[in-house]
């Protein structure tokens, strides 16, 4: 929206700050103009406080519940800087309100980017959002016993039953990273090795114990997302007989209606969009594996506010096989919602570790997988053909047949030039059909030799280039085996039937073969897969090792048997090589831009001087159409003052430069009804010269210029790595001073503070020395001495006594380790609660070994709590056993109840052992 120009920065923010809020639903009004019926949530401006007004407050059903503190579009990178404001006013007194407790939502806005920090949760943190949260949220949140944040600190400890070693530490990671309010976590486990259910028991863990509300399960393909849905329905949890679907309600996506009932939303991402968007998604969108090649020279989609879908209807979104497009086309999309992003693949590579902000909490190899038998691992059998390797040549005045690729319609025709092929043109432009038999002839010829000793051919997987190259392959294989149309199946997306076919191939005797191109190339399980022929090549190193991974997977033998009766045991499979798949070079899938190396500059500086490549156009045209997104109107009018047009228009004739159709119709409109290679060039070179010519150098340095000026690049693939973490200067000479200073301190307060006195002149007595005694060590410490905290000084002697532990938890224990040190009573650091483990230890071995009575295995529970609490506390009294945690465990009267009469010796004598 065009903002009037005699407007103040602060005002534009405003009226942005006010159409967001109106956004989502809220009632924008003046403090004089107060009207709590207007709707649920009413936003007030200027509503005054005892510390001065507000921007803005925020009332849900006349309730008083949060702030907004409005600064101008300068104070994006420094909206952290504001959070005091904001909870300044969240901690004011209100006019008019009696608010006994602080608001507890917080906003910083400027318009254009939105922080928000919910004051309910354990460590309130501020985090940038889409926008603001409706009113009915946050009336939500408000009523809600704890934040959702606050229900993922108290998540209980996980029942491992029926789960894998691989599994459990993925949880129980995934879990320590949401309890540090991580938001994003990557999960990286094998192929085969159970992603899926280790997610799926996550969902079910926050939807019980923490208070999740709804949670959006994320595939790329309707195949995938048929699969999870399957999973979610089989999943039993192990501490309920009912499955999970009856405890909650499970939706996939398969029009824009989401019901609110559903707790759990699987969708393809493609179809989250058309969600957000509002519209029905295109048929089969959703149906094809989008290899990230295919999004090339596609911008990324546009995500806008969907008062239906707002920001925070999901708590979690969980993307699987998140190595895949999420970075190009849809990134977007993901990053609208308020949630948690959780990762699952088997093969990240940098771009994914970027996303993920380094923050791998499992990372579960094959190899680890094969180790642990829940992979099995590979061996490859080569096939080399001499056109495969070299190609051939067609000669001139040779009889050749045309075929057309959609409707496989033939036709015979004299060829009229030399025609030379290399193979890696073999079923695309030129098929050899003796190419395709040679390879299926040998592998008929091999297989009793590759898999010895079985009567019927195991499960194998074809991967063709194209929907018409497997139709040539599954023709070949039928007539090279000898066998119906049973023996050999396509499955791919465009196939009749692909989902019966594919149940079919998992769990029937036939189809014995199947040929697919992408559709069962990633994430689609055949478990009794044993062999997989390679026909087509693959560069990227991340769509190989995904491609690998449906042979990976273990089947039980007698559920193998079902389906290959001779068949023993799935001890591995193998990979045959026809086209050197296994030894070309793999790159990380391929990013947005065709050319993304070459500067900006230097591409519309050679397309004026005559570059007319397509993938220069595209490219140029890719990164003005991203500028043109950006620009404001001040720059928007420099760009059309200088060239003449505006930017959209350039943009414009670029994209248009390159359509087929459009160069199609330019051929025939110059007099080629049939327009052959050369009349598309031509027309293509003509549309690209009149595009180029509104190019200059000077409109290229302005475009540059502004580029620079108005964007800053996120790097997410160069991943850093730590070269030196240490104290600037002489670290040997630092560490001796801080030292020294701090054990003079110590003696010169030896007579002054009474725990100082124990430790220096009556160390035998240090079991008398209270948390109180060694709280008021650290205050003096403080006001005297700021500089010698005692994490500081522990660093110092660390060095000095050459420590490779962990520091302490905080500055007590730290405090009495160090002083220890200093008394002579340890030689070397050592931290407190180790020392109070060992001891304690020694201590019940001690008591075990002698002639008295041992400890129960109830007592030892109760030795276990008092251990921990002088870990931290110093020494154990009867007042401390009305305290946690041993208040939830019967207290006083629990432990007299336990060892009677003997209470206060054990506690004597374990102030006393642990604290030698």
């Not at 595939?219 to 997302?225: C, F, P, R, W």
């Not at 500086?605 to 159409?625: C, F, H, I, Q, Y």
């Not at 019940?844 to 041992?854: D, F, T």
Request: proline share 5%; glycine share 6%.
């Amino acid at each position: 929206m065009q903002q009037p120009l005699n407007q103040t920065p602060e005002q534009i923010a405003r009226d942005r700050i006010d159409q967001r809020l109106q956004a989502a639903g809220w009632t924008v009004q003046d403090k004089e103009a107060l009207d709590f019926n207007a709707g649920l949530g009413v936003a007030v401006r200027e509503y005054q406080t005892d510390i001065g007004p507000a921007d803005y407050v925020l009332f849900v059903d006349r309730q008083a519940v949060g702030v907004v503190e409005a600064k101008p579009d300068a104070w994006g990178v420094r909206l952290t800087s504001v959070e005091e404001q904001s909870e300044g006013y969240a901690n004011a007194k209100l006019k008019w309100v009696s608010n006994e407790e602080p608001l507890p939502f917080l906003y910083e806005c400027t318009g254009q980017i939105t922080r928000f920090t919910n004051a309910r949760d354990p460590n309130p943190r501020s985090r940038e959002v889409f926008t603001f949260h409706q009113p009915q949220t946050l009336k939500a949140w408000i009523q809600a016993p704890r934040s959702f944040r606050a229900g993922i600190a108290e998540l209980p400890e996980l029942n491992l039953d029926g789960l894998r070693d691989c599994q459990i530490t993925a949880i129980n990671n995934l879990e320590a990273s949401l309890k540090a309010d991580k938001p994003r976590a990557l999960v990286q486990m094998a192929t085969g090795s159970g992603k899926t259910f280790t997610a799926i028991t996550q969902v079910y863990r926050l939807l019980k114990h923490a208070g999740a509300r709804r949670i959006l399960f994320l595939v790329d393909t309707k195949n995938l997302g048929e699969q999870a849905e399957q999973e979610f329905m089989a999943f039993l949890p192990n501490d309920d007989n009912r499955k999970f679907t009856e405890l909650y309600n499970v939706q996939r996506l398969t029009s824009p209606s989401i019901t609110n009932d559903s707790q759990v939303v699987i969708s393809t991402i493609q179809r989250m969009y058309a969600t957000l968007k509002g519209e029905e998604l295109n048929d089969g969108a959703d149906d094809e594996n989008p290899a990230e090649q295919k999004w090339r020279r596609k911008e990324p989609l546009p995500v806008v506010y969907n008062p239906k879908l707002p920001p925070e209807y999901f708590d979690v979104v969980i993307i699987d096989e998140c190595h895949r497009s999420i970075y190009n086309l849809w990134r977007q999309v993901i990053e609208y919602f308020d949630a948690y992003l959780i990762g699952l693949t088997a093969t990240p590579d940098n771009r994914t570790y970027g996303f993920f902000q380094k923050n791998v909490v499992s990372e579960y190899t094959h190899e680890k997988a094969v180790a642990d038998k829940v992979n099995v691992g590979n061996d490859v059998f080569l096939i080399d053909t001499a056109v495969t390797q070299k190609g051939g040549t067609l000669e001139a005045r040779q009889l050749v047949q045309r075929r057309e690729i959609k409707t496989r319609k033939k036709r015979w025709e004299t060829q009229d030039e030399d025609q030379t092929y290399a193979g890696t043109q073999l079923d695309r432009s030129v098929v050899n059909p003796d190419q395709i038999r040679t390879v299926i002839r040998t592998f008929r010829d091999k297989w009793p030799e590759i898999f010895p000793g079985r009567k019927e051919l195991p499960k194998t997987l074809i991967f063709a280039k194209t929907d018409s190259h497997a139709d040539d392959i599954i023709q070949t294989v039928r007539q090279e085996f000898g066998e119906g149309n049973e023996f050999c199946r396509k499955i791919t997306n465009g196939a009749k039937n692909p989902k019966s076919s594919l149940s079919a191939f998992r769990n029937e005797y036939y189809p014995r073969i199947a040929v697919t191109v992408d559709m069962i190339a990633t994430g689609t399980d055949v478990k009794p897969l044993e062999c997989l022929i390679f026909m087509r090549d693959v560069r990227s190193k991340n769509y190989f090792e995904q491609m690998k991974g449906r042979g990976t997977r273990v089947l039980d033998p007698d559920d193998l048997k079902k389906v290959t009766p001779s068949a023993k045991a799935k001890t591995h499979y193998v990979i045959v090589d026809a086209v050197g798949v296994t030894k070309s070079l793999k790159t990380a899938s391929q990013p947005l831009d065709t050319k993304p190396s070459i500067p900006f500059k230097d591409l519309a500086m050679g397309l004026m001087m005559g570059d007319r490549s397509e993938e220069t156009v595209s490219s140029l045209a890719a990164r003005l159409s991203r500028l043109d997104n950006k620009l404001g109107a001040e720059d928007q009018e420099k760009i059309t003052k200088e060239a003449g047009k505006p930017l959209t228009g350039i943009v414009r004739d670029l994209f248009d430069a390159i359509d087929p159709d459009k160069v199609e119709a330019d051929a025939k409109a110059a007099g080629y009804p049939e327009p052959d290679d050369a009349a598309m060039q031509a027309a293509r070179d003509e549309r690209v010269k009149q595009a180029a010519n509104i190019f200059t150098g000077s409109l290229i340095n302005l475009m540059d210029k502004i580029r620079r000026d108005t964007e800053q690049t996120i790097d997410h693939d160069n991943l850093d790595k730590l070269l030196r973490a240490e104290w600037a200067g002489d670290v040997e000479e630092n560490a001796k001073k801080i030292a020294q200073e701090f054990e003079d301190y110590l003696k010169e307060n030896r007579d002054e503070i009474e725990a100082l006195q124990v430790y220096f002149n009556t160390p035998a007595r240090r079991s008398e020395v209270t948390f109180a005694m060694i709280k008021e060590v650290l205050r003096k410490l403080t006001e005297d001495r700021p500089r010698l905290a005692p994490l500081t000084v522990w660093r110092a002697y660390a060095h000095l006594d050459d420590y490779k532990g962990n520091s302490p938890a905080g500055d007590l224990t730290a405090l009495v380790a160090l002083i220890r040190r200093v008394t002579g009573l340890d030689e070397k650091l050592t931290r407190h609660s180790d020392r109070v483990r060992r001891n304690f230890q020694n201590w019940v071995l001690k008591r075990h070994s002698g002639a008295g009575e041992k400890f129960t295995e109830e007592q030892m529970g109760w030795l276990h709590m008092i251990r921990d609490h002088l870990a931290t506390s110093f020494t154990i009294e009867r007042d401390d056993l009305e305290l946690a945690p041993f208040d939830t465990q019967g207290g006083l009267g629990q432990m007299y109840m336990l060892f009677g009469d003997g209470m206060e010796d054990v506690m004597t004598e374990m102030n006393e052992a642990l604290s030698a």
